[in-house]
């Protein structure tokens, strides 16, 4: 389970205080396809980021009783001064995974070449989020975290990725924030709704998906 505990985030912008989270008590289950529904500029990515710990929240505080992945593609974590595998070796020891299955994984599925043994500084934006993606499918998380921007290289390795990625999640938990009420219906078996910084749950996925569909009506 991840628990949300009197969890809040905003910030200051030209027009005052913008809250992208209220305060919330909730518990995600870790063993299965959830769903986050909001419209562009809801707070999402915020939200997955606070989850996953990569952003810190303005108050309150997420507990996490399973194994996280990060937010799949996320490469804002590796030492830009170590090569691409000595970032992978990190990451093993970190997760208790044997360092050389890890290395053998990620540097096959992320298609680097020599560029595995470079800083990772010499990285332009899409080999770090190869990298990333293929390290957080070289390990086994009870639940992954997925952005629906994410898309990493062309459409060849995006199609490697999306099968990948269902096969982990065939057994694997997910937590996968999106605007696309057809994604979502796709991948995923409930769904919470994020608007105007309020998440609601929903006990079904088609409750959810009508809810965001009266939303949208609306706005």
Same mark, same amino acid.
């Given at each position: ?39 562009? $500029?809801?707070?999402? =990515?915020?939200?997955? !980021? ?8 303005? @108050?309150? #505080? /997420? %507990? ?8 799949? $593609?996320?490469?804002? =974590?590796?030492?830009? !001064? ?8 990190? @990451?093993? #020891? /970190? %997760? ?124």
């Amino acid at each position: 389970m991840i628990h949300l505990v009197d969890l809040e985030k905003s910030f200051l912008s030209s027009q005052g205080r913008h809250v992208v989270l209220h305060r919330t008590n909730l518990s995600i289950p870790s063993d299965m396809r959830i769903g986050v529904l909001g419209m562009n $500029g809801a707070g999402k =990515s915020t939200l997955l !980021n606070m989850i996953a710990g990569s952003e810190p929240p303005t @108050a309150g #505080r /997420v %507990y996490r009783e399973c194994r996280c992945s990060w937010p799949l $593609g996320f490469a804002g =974590s590796f030492q830009p !001064n170590l090569t691409g595998i000595e970032n992978i070796l990190f @990451a093993a #020891r /970190v %997760y208790g995974v044997d360092g050389d299955d890890a290395v053998a994984f990620a540097s096959e599925f992320a298609e680097l070449g020599e560029y595995i043994n470079m800083p990772v500084r010499t990285y332009s934006a899409g080999m770090k989020a190869r990298l990333a993606f293929g390290l957080s499918l070289a390990i086994d998380f009870d639940i992954y975290l997925v952005d629906e921007i994410t898309a990493v290289g062309d459409r060849r390795f995006q199609e490697k990725c999306r099968k990948a990625f269902a096969e982990r999640t065939s057994k694997s938990g997910l937590c996968f924030v999106s605007h696309n009420e057809a994604n979502i219906r796709a991948l995923c078996d409930i769904a919470l709704v994020l608007h105007n910084g309020y998440l609601v749950p929903f006990e079904d996925l088609e409750s959810a998906l009508e809810y965001y569909g009266s939303i949208m009506r609306i706005e």
